[in-house]
Protein backbone atom coordinates (compact mmCIF):
# COMPACT_ATOMS: atom_id res chain seq x y z
CA UNK A 1 0.00 0.00 0.00
CA UNK A 2 0.83 3.50 -0.38
CA UNK A 3 -0.23 6.77 1.24
CA UNK A 4 -0.06 10.45 1.06
CA UNK A 5 -1.61 12.67 2.94
CA UNK A 6 -2.52 16.40 1.03
CA UNK A 7 -4.14 19.36 2.30
CA UNK A 8 -7.18 21.32 0.61
CA UNK A 9 -6.63 25.09 0.76
CA UNK A 10 -9.85 27.37 0.70
CA UNK A 11 -9.97 30.43 -1.73
CA UNK A 12 -11.36 34.17 -1.45
CA UNK A 13 -13.00 35.91 -3.89
CA UNK A 14 -11.02 39.60 -3.40
CA UNK A 15 -13.18 40.49 -6.44
CA UNK A 16 -16.40 38.94 -8.21
CA UNK A 17 -18.22 40.37 -11.33
CA UNK A 18 -20.73 38.31 -13.29
CA UNK A 19 -21.03 40.09 -16.73
CA UNK A 20 -23.96 37.79 -18.06
CA UNK A 21 -25.65 34.88 -18.66
CA UNK A 22 -24.46 32.36 -21.48
CA UNK A 23 -26.72 30.20 -23.54
CA UNK A 24 -25.78 26.80 -22.24
CA UNK A 25 -27.10 28.57 -18.67
CA UNK A 26 -23.95 29.42 -16.92
CA UNK A 27 -22.61 33.18 -16.07
CA UNK A 28 -19.55 34.75 -17.67
CA UNK A 29 -17.44 35.87 -14.64
CA UNK A 30 -14.74 37.28 -13.47
CA UNK A 31 -12.69 37.47 -10.31
CA UNK A 32 -9.54 37.90 -8.49
CA UNK A 33 -9.13 34.79 -6.67
CA UNK A 34 -6.71 33.92 -4.08
CA UNK A 35 -5.64 31.10 -2.09
CA UNK A 36 -5.70 31.05 1.92
CA UNK A 37 -4.02 28.50 4.33
CA UNK A 38 -7.35 27.43 6.00
CA UNK A 39 -6.98 23.87 5.01
CA UNK A 40 -8.76 20.20 4.89
CA UNK A 41 -6.78 17.31 5.52
CA UNK A 42 -7.06 14.45 3.20
CA UNK A 43 -5.19 10.68 3.66
CA UNK A 44 -4.80 8.71 0.09
CA UNK A 45 -4.16 5.00 -0.10
CA UNK A 46 -3.97 3.18 -2.52
CA UNK A 47 -3.34 -0.81 -3.04
CA UNK A 48 -6.12 -1.66 -0.63
CA UNK A 49 -7.90 -4.10 -3.09
CA UNK A 50 -10.98 -2.54 -2.88
CA UNK A 51 -13.43 0.00 -4.71
CA UNK A 52 -13.04 3.82 -4.32
CA UNK A 53 -13.91 3.70 -0.50
CA UNK A 54 -14.47 7.47 1.44
CA UNK A 55 -14.88 8.18 4.66
CA UNK A 56 -15.13 12.18 6.19
CA UNK A 57 -15.50 13.59 9.93
CA UNK A 58 -19.07 14.76 8.96
CA UNK A 59 -21.67 12.53 8.66
CA UNK A 60 -24.22 14.66 6.45
CA UNK A 61 -21.16 14.85 3.49
CA UNK A 62 -22.01 12.55 0.76
CA UNK A 63 -19.23 9.85 0.55
CA UNK A 64 -19.61 8.81 -3.00
CA UNK A 65 -19.35 10.22 -6.15
CA UNK A 66 -21.53 13.10 -5.02
CA UNK A 67 -18.39 14.33 -3.10
CA UNK A 68 -16.16 16.55 -5.39
CA UNK A 69 -13.41 14.28 -3.73
CA UNK A 70 -14.59 11.24 -5.19
CA UNK A 71 -15.66 12.41 -8.46
CA UNK A 72 -11.80 14.01 -8.56
CA UNK A 73 -10.71 10.34 -7.90
CA UNK A 74 -12.92 8.80 -10.51
CA UNK A 75 -12.06 10.91 -13.05
CA UNK A 76 -8.47 10.42 -12.22
CA UNK A 77 -8.26 6.85 -12.11
CA UNK A 78 -10.55 6.28 -15.07
CA UNK A 79 -7.80 7.80 -17.46
CA UNK A 80 -5.71 5.00 -19.30
CA UNK A 81 -2.65 3.91 -17.75
CA UNK A 82 -3.77 4.45 -14.24
CA UNK A 83 -3.57 1.68 -11.74
CA UNK A 84 -3.99 2.31 -8.43
CA UNK A 85 -5.38 -1.41 -7.44
CA UNK A 86 -7.94 0.12 -4.53
CA UNK A 87 -8.14 3.20 -3.28
CA UNK A 88 -9.07 4.75 -0.12
CA UNK A 89 -10.16 8.41 0.62
CA UNK A 90 -10.31 9.83 4.61
CA UNK A 91 -11.38 13.43 4.64
CA UNK A 92 -11.20 15.71 7.59
CA UNK A 93 -13.08 18.93 7.05
CA UNK A 94 -12.33 22.25 8.31
CA UNK A 95 -13.39 24.31 5.82
CA UNK A 96 -16.82 25.54 6.53
CA UNK A 97 -19.62 23.60 4.05
CA UNK A 98 -20.98 25.77 1.57
CA UNK A 99 -19.50 29.14 2.64
CA UNK A 100 -18.10 30.95 -0.71
CA UNK A 101 -14.24 29.16 0.01
CA UNK A 102 -14.87 26.32 -2.83
CA UNK A 103 -14.46 23.88 -0.31
CA UNK A 104 -15.50 20.65 -2.07
CA UNK A 105 -13.49 22.03 -5.09
CA UNK A 106 -10.30 22.33 -2.87
CA UNK A 107 -11.40 19.10 -2.14
CA UNK A 108 -11.45 17.46 -5.39
CA UNK A 109 -8.41 19.55 -6.39
CA UNK A 110 -5.97 18.10 -3.38
CA UNK A 111 -7.30 14.64 -4.94
CA UNK A 112 -5.35 15.51 -8.23
CA UNK A 113 -2.72 16.82 -7.24
CA UNK A 114 -1.93 13.68 -4.57
CA UNK A 115 -3.20 11.43 -6.90
CA UNK A 116 -0.59 12.87 -9.48
CA UNK A 117 2.29 12.47 -7.07
CA UNK A 118 1.34 9.09 -5.23
CA UNK A 119 0.88 7.11 -8.67
CA UNK A 120 4.12 8.71 -10.26
CA UNK A 121 1.39 10.18 -12.96
CA UNK A 122 3.32 13.04 -13.86
CA UNK A 123 0.42 15.13 -15.22
CA UNK A 124 0.97 18.68 -15.73
CA UNK A 125 -0.62 21.72 -14.05
CA UNK A 126 -2.70 22.24 -16.75
CA UNK A 127 -3.75 18.14 -17.79
CA UNK A 128 -5.02 18.32 -13.65
CA UNK A 129 -7.20 21.42 -14.47
CA UNK A 130 -8.67 20.12 -17.56
CA UNK A 131 -9.80 16.66 -15.18
CA UNK A 132 -10.64 19.16 -12.47
CA UNK A 133 -12.77 21.27 -15.36
CA UNK A 134 -14.75 18.27 -15.42
CA UNK A 135 -15.86 17.92 -11.85
CA UNK A 136 -16.65 21.39 -10.98
CA UNK A 137 -15.69 25.08 -12.27
CA UNK A 138 -13.81 26.04 -9.44
CA UNK A 139 -11.49 23.36 -9.01
CA UNK A 140 -8.88 24.15 -12.14
CA UNK A 141 -8.48 27.21 -9.57
CA UNK A 142 -8.19 25.14 -6.92
CA UNK A 143 -6.12 23.21 -8.28
CA UNK A 144 -3.08 25.84 -9.21
CA UNK A 145 -4.19 28.44 -6.26
CA UNK A 146 -2.22 31.46 -5.19
CA UNK A 147 -3.16 34.35 -6.69
CA UNK A 148 -5.34 34.44 -10.56
CA UNK A 149 -7.81 35.88 -12.46
CA UNK A 150 -10.80 33.43 -13.37
CA UNK A 151 -12.99 34.22 -16.50
CA UNK A 152 -15.36 32.07 -18.37
CA UNK A 153 -16.83 29.98 -15.43
CA UNK A 154 -14.07 30.38 -13.45
CA UNK A 155 -11.88 27.51 -15.49
CA UNK A 156 -9.70 30.28 -17.66
CA UNK A 157 -7.26 31.21 -15.44
CA UNK A 158 -4.45 33.79 -15.64
CA UNK A 159 -1.68 33.53 -12.65
CA UNK A 160 -1.48 36.92 -11.07
CA UNK A 161 1.36 38.93 -8.96
CA UNK A 162 1.03 37.60 -5.45
CA UNK A 163 -1.45 39.26 -3.07
CA UNK A 164 1.29 41.51 -0.42
CA UNK A 165 2.08 39.24 2.84
CA UNK A 166 -0.75 39.65 5.58
CA UNK A 167 -3.04 38.07 7.74
CA UNK A 168 -6.65 37.20 6.79
CA UNK A 169 -9.81 36.77 9.09
CA UNK A 170 -12.78 35.10 7.66
CA UNK A 171 -15.94 34.68 9.21
CA UNK A 172 -18.99 32.47 8.19
CA UNK A 173 -22.29 33.82 9.70
CA UNK A 174 -24.82 31.21 10.84
CA UNK A 175 -27.16 31.33 7.98
CA UNK A 176 -26.97 29.38 4.03
CA UNK A 177 -27.33 31.48 0.97
CA UNK A 178 -28.93 30.03 -2.02
CA UNK A 179 -26.50 30.27 -5.16
CA UNK A 180 -29.48 29.87 -7.66
CA UNK A 181 -31.52 32.27 -5.82
CA UNK A 182 -28.53 35.05 -6.12
CA UNK A 183 -27.99 34.42 -9.78
CA UNK A 184 -31.72 34.46 -10.32
CA UNK A 185 -31.82 37.69 -8.27
CA UNK A 186 -28.79 39.34 -10.36
CA UNK A 187 -30.32 38.10 -13.52
CA UNK A 188 -33.25 40.11 -13.12
CA UNK A 189 -31.78 43.59 -12.04
CA UNK A 190 -29.49 46.51 -13.65
CA UNK A 191 -26.12 46.11 -11.48
CA UNK A 192 -25.04 49.25 -10.08
CA UNK A 193 -21.96 48.79 -8.33
CA UNK A 194 -19.19 46.66 -10.14
CA UNK A 195 -15.31 45.69 -9.03
CA UNK A 196 -12.32 47.85 -10.10
CA UNK A 197 -10.69 45.37 -11.29
CA UNK A 198 -8.18 47.02 -13.42
CA UNK A 199 -7.26 49.64 -10.53
CA UNK A 200 -7.15 46.14 -8.44
CA UNK A 201 -4.76 44.07 -10.67
CA UNK A 202 -2.42 47.40 -11.31
CA UNK A 203 -2.32 47.08 -7.13
CA UNK A 204 -1.50 43.62 -7.11
CA UNK A 205 1.28 44.68 -9.83
CA UNK A 206 2.59 47.58 -7.57
CA UNK A 207 2.75 45.16 -4.49
CA UNK A 208 0.34 47.51 -2.50
CA UNK A 209 -1.94 45.67 -0.31
CA UNK A 210 -4.16 48.62 1.24
CA UNK A 211 -4.99 49.72 -2.78
CA UNK A 212 -5.58 45.74 -3.54
CA UNK A 213 -8.12 46.15 -0.22
CA UNK A 214 -9.57 48.79 -0.92
CA UNK A 215 -10.80 47.76 -4.64
CA UNK A 216 -12.34 44.57 -3.37
CA UNK A 217 -15.91 43.92 -4.27
CA UNK A 218 -18.54 41.19 -4.68
CA UNK A 219 -21.42 41.63 -6.75
CA UNK A 220 -23.67 39.07 -4.88
CA UNK A 221 -23.47 41.62 -1.75
CA UNK A 222 -25.82 43.89 -3.61
CA UNK A 223 -28.66 41.24 -4.25
CA UNK A 224 -29.00 39.46 -0.62
CA UNK A 225 -32.20 39.17 1.17
CA UNK A 226 -32.12 42.67 3.17
CA UNK A 227 -32.11 40.55 6.35
CA UNK A 228 -28.69 38.62 5.63
CA UNK A 229 -27.18 41.84 3.87
CA UNK A 230 -27.18 43.31 7.46
CA UNK A 231 -25.26 40.91 9.12
CA UNK A 232 -22.87 40.42 6.37
CA UNK A 233 -22.43 44.49 6.58
CA UNK A 234 -22.16 44.18 10.70
CA UNK A 235 -19.34 41.59 10.37
CA UNK A 236 -17.47 43.51 7.43
CA UNK A 237 -17.88 46.51 9.88
CA UNK A 238 -16.56 44.72 13.06
CA UNK A 239 -13.23 43.67 10.45
CA UNK A 240 -12.64 47.54 9.63
CA UNK A 241 -12.65 48.43 13.17
CA UNK A 242 -10.49 46.13 14.46
CA UNK A 243 -8.19 47.46 11.78
CA UNK A 244 -8.61 45.31 8.53
CA UNK A 245 -7.47 47.41 5.14
CA UNK A 246 -10.85 46.43 3.32
CA UNK A 247 -13.21 43.39 4.14
CA UNK A 248 -15.80 41.72 1.78
CA UNK A 249 -18.02 38.73 0.70
CA UNK A 250 -16.66 35.35 -0.57
CA UNK A 251 -18.29 33.90 -3.58
CA UNK A 252 -21.94 33.97 -3.13
CA UNK A 253 -21.37 33.63 0.45
CA UNK A 254 -22.15 34.00 3.79
CA UNK A 255 -18.37 34.16 4.37
CA UNK A 256 -17.03 37.52 4.98
CA UNK A 257 -13.20 38.17 5.71
CA UNK A 258 -11.13 40.95 5.89
CA UNK A 259 -7.75 41.41 5.09
CA UNK A 260 -4.84 42.73 7.75
CA UNK A 261 -1.67 44.25 7.61
CA UNK A 262 -0.53 43.94 11.20
CA UNK A 263 -0.74 40.35 13.04
CA UNK A 264 -1.93 41.89 16.55
CA UNK A 265 -5.03 43.70 14.63
CA UNK A 266 -5.93 40.45 12.56
CA UNK A 267 -6.19 38.36 16.03
CA UNK A 268 -8.23 41.21 17.81
CA UNK A 269 -10.83 41.16 15.18
CA UNK A 270 -10.53 36.94 15.37
CA UNK A 271 -11.13 37.15 19.09
CA UNK A 272 -14.16 39.74 19.17
CA UNK A 273 -15.68 38.19 16.05
CA UNK A 274 -14.93 34.14 17.29
CA UNK A 275 -17.34 35.81 20.55
CA UNK A 276 -20.10 35.60 18.41
CA UNK A 277 -19.51 33.12 15.72
CA UNK A 278 -18.19 29.91 15.81
CA UNK A 279 -16.52 29.53 12.70
CA UNK A 280 -13.98 32.22 12.81
CA UNK A 281 -10.68 31.64 11.31
CA UNK A 282 -7.55 33.26 11.20
CA UNK A 283 -5.32 32.60 8.63
CA UNK A 284 -2.21 33.70 5.78
CA UNK A 285 -2.58 34.27 2.00
CA UNK A 286 -0.90 31.50 0.04
CA UNK A 287 0.86 31.06 -3.00
CA UNK A 288 1.10 28.79 -6.53
CA UNK A 289 -0.10 25.11 -4.85
CA UNK A 290 1.75 23.27 -7.74
CA UNK A 291 4.94 24.78 -6.60
CA UNK A 292 4.09 23.67 -3.05
CA UNK A 293 3.73 19.69 -3.78
Known amino acids: MSVIEVKAYAKLNLSLDVLGKRPDGYH ?6 QTVGLTDQLRLETGTDKPLRMETNLGFLPADEHNLAAAAALRMCAAPGVEHGGLSIRLLKTIPVCPGLAGGGADAAAVLRGLNQLLGLGLSGQRLAEIGAQVGSDVPYCVMGGTALAE ?7 PL ?3 PPCHVVLCKPAFSVSTPELFKALDGCR ?23 RRMYNVFEDVLPSRRAQEIDAIKNVLIQHGALGASMS ?8 LFARREEAEGAWKALRELYRETFLAEAVGNLLEQV
Open 191 to 213: ICRRPDTAGLLAALEGGDLPEVA
Open 161 to 163: PPL
Open 251 to 258: GTGPTVFG
Open 152 to 158: GRGEVLT
Open 28 to 33: DMRMVM
